[in-house]
């Protein structure tokens, strides 16, 4: 499939700002959508949102490399840029961003940002380099799109609580908004890594959401949450899931534990597990 003609890509820096500064003189908004592409439902969801924010929106395809580590699946993280690029414009896209990793990380960058109070514990515990380069490639694209609002998922709620405490702390005027995690018809989250799982392994996939579901109706019944986690840590061993990293009820506004060991007041549950080499996260308000 050959990329829509209807759609221009920058690769560029300098090529990105000239057009959103030739936007900007006809007096129109901007909205962004940051993706690392292999686009499905999910991220179109995102970019349908943005057109209902903004003017003009701009997409980012971009596998960041500074959030891998060494043993993860950055060489086979899928990429198809045509394919992107035709749903993209489907979807009401007006500019596709789409660097080579010597654009966004030039000879001599040695440039870090570190986001602690969201980022504390949960994802961090196992994946300790993440937050850390998603908070730098996130932070250089607001900075080069510098649009009105960005949409981020809830999907990956813990990211955008750090990059809503980063642009906060940072003075990074786009307003950093968040759309609703996309399922599947059985309530599996949509995910680019779903494509790495077998039949049988999709099968059990979607048992996740209502293991989660399950637990966030204990603990909003006030239920301990120290046996509702450990509960649904089981009842996910059960439905097959080869390894738990974590299951955990936190406080929605800045994922801190409940002190008093209950919910009392808004809150969510996240989890992350394996299957096979795909692993798996989710999340739901409590």
Not at 30 to 59: I, K, N, Y
Not at 197 to 224: D, F, H, I, Q
Request: proline content about 6%.
């Amino acid at each position: 499939m050959s990329t829509p003609p209807t759609l221009p890509i920058a690769r560029t820096v300098e090529t990105l700002r000239g057009a959103v500064r030739d936007w900007r003189r006809q007096g129109l908004s901007v909205s962004f959508v940051p993706t690392m592409g292999a686009l499905h439902e999910g991220h179109l969801t995102l970019v349908r949102e943005a057109g209902q924010r903004a003017d003009r929106v701009v997409a980012s395809v971009f596998v960041n490399p500074t959030q891998f580590a060494a043993h993860e699946d950055l060489g086979t993280y899928p990429r198809r840029e045509a394919e992107d690029a035709a749903l993209l414009a489907g979807a009401g896209c007006h500019l596709l961003f789409a660097p080579t990793v010597e654009e966004m990380y030039p000879a001599g960058f040695s440039t870090s940002v570190a986001v602690s109070g969201p980022s504390q514990g949960l994802e961090t515990d196992f994946r300790p380099h993440f937050f850390g380069g998603v908070a730098v490639v996130v932070a250089k694209l607001l900075n080069q799109v510098q649009a009105d609002v960005a949409v981020f998922g809830e999907k990956d709620y813990q990211q955008l609580l750090v990059v809503r405490r980063m642009a906060r702390d940072l003075d990074i005027p786009t307003e950093i908004l968040c759309a609703p995690t996309e399922r599947d018809g059985h309530g599996l989250a949509l995910s680019s890594r779903n494509a790495y799982l077998s039949e049988p392994e999709l099968a059990v996939a979607r048992r996740l959401n209502g293991v989660l579901a399950e637990a966030a109706a204990k603990a909003a019944s006030k239920r301990p949450l120290a046996a509702v986690e450990r509960d649904a840590y089981a009842d996910l061993l059960k439905a097959g899931f080869e390894r738990v990293d974590y299951v955990a009820v936190r406080r929605a506004d800045d994922l801190a534990p409940f002190t008093d060991g209950v919910v009392d007041a808004p809150a969510r549950i996240l989890a992350a597990a394996w299957l096979g080499k795909t692993r798996l996260i989710d999340n739901m308000a409590v």
